[in-house]
């Protein structure tokens, strides 16, 4: 018998409205370990919704989001990125206020590898040389 891994990433019967607009209605998937997974749709569809509620940036009104195995639903927001679960907004959306290398290092902001982190910022600034010349 094959065995199968447990889930990473778990949304059960998720659901989100705003007013009268079913933004998201009863949304269930699963993300096993190793996978891609992409999400599709038309504008409007529901998709940054759905992001927003498996990150906990904007909780769903019901239904359940699992990371792990352990009930992230009601987490703060800041507790999913310790688990890995990280939001990277669309767009544009940076701290406009910061630096580019504080906008750098807020997306390690949970990590304690400092030497890890040094390192991963340089392939960063050779993969895209300009944020580099413009960091400070
Ligand atoms: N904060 C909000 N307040 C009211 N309506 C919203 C809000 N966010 C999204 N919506 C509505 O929910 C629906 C889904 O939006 P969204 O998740 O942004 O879609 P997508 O990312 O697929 O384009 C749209 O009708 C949108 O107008
Ligand atoms: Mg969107």
């Avoid at 390690?108 to 580099?132: I, N, S, W």
Wanted: hydrophobic share 40%; glycine share 12%.
């Amino acid at each position: 018998m094959v065995e199968r891994s447990s889930p990473l990433l778990e949304l059960a019967s998720v659901s989100r409205h705003f007013g009268g607009v079913r933004a998201v209605d009863s949304i269930s998937f699963t993300v096993l370990p190793g996978s891609i997974h992409g999400l599709i749709g038309a504008n409007d569809a529901g998709k940054t919704t759905t992001l927003l509620a498996l990150s906990g940036i904007l909780p769903p009104r019901s239904g359940r989001v699992l990371c792990d195995g352990e009930n992230v639903t009601r987490a703060a927001a800041h507790v999913p990125v310790t688990r890995g679960l990280v939001h990277v907004p669309e767009g544009g959306q940076i701290l406009a206020g910061m630096s580019v290398a504080g906008n750098l290092e807020m997306g390690a902001y949970q990590r304690r590898d400092h030497a890890a982190v040094r390192a991963d910022r340089e392939r960063v600034f050779e993969r895209f040389p300009v944020l580099r010349q413009r960091r400070a």
